[in-house]
């Protein structure tokens, strides 16, 4: 039985608070409650540093794959995981903290970009999926005339 994604999200919606909350009171009994909420806020502003020096730098490997002629598949998909990173550390909590800064860590954001292009591609490729030894588009070179008579 294949789960429909809004049942999906709703599970989201519901169990990541719990976690969230379980292990704002758990770190908070070992820790205390005034250095728990100075490590959330400190997880948060930390976050959003990163998050700009990546956007940054993003967006450079944007500009030159452009000035290449090439598309920029792979920076696009690092950008929208960049947005997610953001969103999850701006989120109080660990359990989103930890999801935020692998999206926010190259290595790690290429290595989970990799292993869902290699796991998924496959169907988001198009045409390509069909003919292995496609390599783009190809372009047929050829002379024409008009005859008038």
Known sequence: MR??????LLLLFLTIPLV???????????????????????????????????????????QEASARGEIPALE???????LVGGALLLTPGFFTDAIGFICLITPLRQTVIRYWIKRYGSSIQGQSRHN???????????EYWKDDE
């Not at 728990?36 to 502003?45: G, I, N, Q, R, S």
């Not at 696009?76 to 960049?82: A, K």
């Open 132 to 142: 292995p030894d496609s390599k783009g588009p190809q372009t047929l070179e050829g």
């Open 76 to 82: 696009m998909i690092e950008g929208l995981m960049l």
């Open 20 to 62: 969230e909350i379980y292990f704002l009171i758990s770190v908070g009994q070992v820790i205390g409650t005034i250095w728990t909420v100075f490590l959330v806020v400190f997880t948060a502003v930390l976050g959003a540093a990163l998050l700009r020096s990546q956007g940054l730098s993003t967006l450079r490997r944007v």
């Open 3 to 8: 789960m429909r994604t809004s049942h999906i």
